[in-house]
């Protein structure tokens, strides 16, 4: 299995901040890559697919980037309702995979 | 509007079964891959199995393999998890998603105890 490596796993940032977050996958998997936000109690949301498509309704302040194996989400301006974990999943190959997490928090 | 509504979850002791079901409305279900997505407590979103639109090609992660079988019946705009010989680890909140996961359903909790 391909296995989908994020760092970090958690941060406290302030709202109006450029966050990153990276996705390592341990072989290449062209742009086979999304990005969900999830918040406890509710269900996962789709921000990109095919490594930089921005799913609609999905505010343009997300973004994504990369190829091969390494990959970014970049949150231009955070905002609150921002706060959640955000999970890499690799569509490339079976199983599929999601990264470990990284828990975004409001300082 | 896309809706995903799962259930069938619940208390089951190890060893036992379950059969989750998920109903959509609202797309047509019957040109859509289906997923099942888990989350154990406190730990992050596991992919489970996916079934094609026409039910021919199915694919699970390995720590389910020989005991879940993911099934659909397009004429009721059904996807099913059926659950067997359940163990400790697979207590989760089991979601549905269509695709690679443009919609989901809230959830339904298995929790495997004695």
């Known amino acids: 299995a391909i296995r989908m490596t994020q760092s970090p796993s958690s941060f406290s940032t302030s709202t109006g901040d450029r966050v990153t977050i990276t996705c390592r996958a341990s072989?290449?998997?062209?742009?086979?890559l999304a990005w969900f936000q999830h918040n406890p109690g509710k269900a996962p949301k789709l921000l990109i697919y095919?490594?930089?498509t921005l799913q609609s309704g999905v505010p343009s302040r997300f973004s994504g980037s990369g190829s091969g194996t390494d990959f970014t989400l970049t949150i231009s301006r955070l905002q609150s309702e921002d706060s959640a974990t955000y999970y890499c999943?690799?569509?490339?190959?079976?199983?599929?995979?999601f990264g470990q997490g990284t828990k975004v928090e409001i300082k | 509007e896309v809706q995903l509504v799962e259930s069938g979850g619940g208390l089951v002791q190890p060893g036992g079964s379950l059969r989750l079901s998920c109903v959509d409305s609202?797309?047509?279900?019957?040109?859509?891959?289906m997923t099942w997505v888990r989350q154990a407590p406190g730990k992050g979103l596991e992919w489970v199995a996916n079934i094609k639109p026409d039910g021919s090609e199915k694919h699970y992660v390995d720590s389910v393999r020989g005991r879940f079988t993911i099934s659909r019946d397009n004429a009721k705009n059904s996807l099913y998890l059926q659950m067997n010989s359940l163990r400790d680890e697979d207590t989760a909140v089991y979601y549905c998603a269509r695709g690679i996961g443009d919609f989901w359903g809230q959830g339904t909790l298995v929790t495997v105890s004695s």
């Open positions: 072989q290449g998997i062209s742009t086979y």
């Open positions: 609202g797309f047509i279900f019957s040109t859509n891959w």
């Open positions: 095919a490594a930089s």
């Open positions: 999943q690799q569509y490339y190959s079976y199983p599929r995979t």
